[in-house]
């Protein structure tokens, strides 16, 4: 699931120029379907990580949940890769701008004091790598897992609906998450896996789940594009809903996938997926800094869509040597997911019948 989400949440931070929406416009199928993948369907991507997320958590009961070993284990696959990735990018958007380079394709890095802290670190609002908020908030809600985990125990369902009102409502300030869907996805999650939730259960109704949501993204799409350039309140508070229900969608949608050839083959990507999330945003600004030199206006759905087939090649590449030539690094880069990927298929290749006491027990494979 990760992959396909993933790759989906690329689309959505395509860049493009504000200025040229009216040359978009009048390709109406192209300004629909950019609607239809980027601010309907594919928006969708990150409740739907921060539950699976959540729901991981508390997998084996609450019980099992060890606060202290939690964060250790989260500081060095959430935060340290965090750190890294927004970091890195930062000072090289800090080096191109004093030299003149980049200067209105990445934020102002020489603003004020706090806004530089906040590229930096998230503390407030969007980092200098836009889509890492995610891991910062996800940061976040790990931190406030015991919480969260004292509520659902005691009154659930006041607690989820709390949350999400609080998800949904447009215009919404929320201090402690730049999102406040993962919050609430995220708390979900837990509540399913405090549950032991067979989430296996909603494959039978695959085929009418997948149908209906897609139907659903349609709707809210075609309402986007109608209304364009305003966000009416309700076409907002349809969009907040759908991002978040429609994880339930997605996942029977990714039942059907993971019985085809390739849906086998992109369970099996493992930490690539990772790789992609946390360095495709630079490489789409990249390719915009490029195509602002090469391209035109009335050309933009030739970048719209080359722009994420070039970028996944890239990444994909860059994933395969990074992992190879320098491990270390990648492991650092990745949250030791590489690491984890070798034991699995260390411990998937044993012959049957073998045990090892540190064998830890796979997930299902959609998971």
């Given amino acids: 699931m990760r992959i396909l989400l993933i790759c989906g949440i690329v689309f959505v931070h395509v860049p493009h120029d504000p200025a040229a929406d009216a040359v978009i416009a009048e390709t109406g199928w192209f300004n629909w379907l950019s609607v239809f993948l980027g601010d309907s369907l594919f928006r969708i991507g990150v409740p739907c990580l921060s539950m699976i997320s959540g729901y991981l958590l508390l997998r084996k009961g609450a019980a099992s949940f060890d606060y202290g070993k939690v964060v250790r284990s989260k500081a060095m696959t959430v935060l340290v890769p965090f750190l890294i990735w927004n970091l890195g990018l930062f000072v090289a958007i800090l080096g191109l701008q004093r030299a003149g380079i980049g200067v209105g394709y990445f934020p102002d890095i020489t603003a004020s004091f706090r806004e530089v802290l906040t590229y930096a670190f998230a503390l407030e609002d969007l980092p200098a790598n836009v889509p890492l908020y995610f891991l910062r908030d996800l940061f976040v809600c790990i931190l406030l897992s015991p919480v969260l985990l004292f509520l659902l125990r005691r009154a659930a369902i006041p607690t989820l609906a709390i ?21 609430f996805s995220f708390a ?57 229900v429609g994880a339930f969608g997605v996942w029977m949608i990714s039942a059907l996938a993971i019985e085809t050839r390739l849906g086998k083959r992109l369970a099996a990507t493992g930490s690539l997926s990772f790789w992609i999330f946390c360095a495709h945003y630079p490489v789409l600004v990249m390719l915009w800094m490029v195509w602002n030199r090469v391209g035109s206006p009335e050309a933009y759905p030739i970048f719209y869509f080359g722009s994420v087939v070039v970028s996944l090649v890239i990444l994909v590449i860059s994933n395969a040597v990074i992992m190879r030539v320098v491990p270390p690094v990648y492991q650092l880069l990745t949250g030791s997911r590489g690491r984890k990927e070798k034991l699995a298929k260390a411990t998937s290749n044993r012959p049957v019948g073998s045990s090892h006491p540190m064998e830890p027990k796979l997930s299902q494979q959609r998971r």
């Fill in 163 to 183: 949350l999400f009102v609080l998800a949904v409502i447009p215009d919404l300030s929320f201090a402690i998450v730049i999102k406040r869907s993962i919050l």
């Fill in 188 to 244: 979900l999650g837990m509540f399913l896996g405090l549950r032991a939730a067979d989430l296996k259960a909603l494959d039978r109704f695959a085929w009418p789940g997948s149908i209906a949501t897609l139907l659903a993204a349609f709707a809210l799409s075609l309402a986007i594009f109608l209304s364009q350039p305003a966000y009416p309140w309700g076409v907002d508070l349809a969009r907040n809903i759908l991002s978040i």
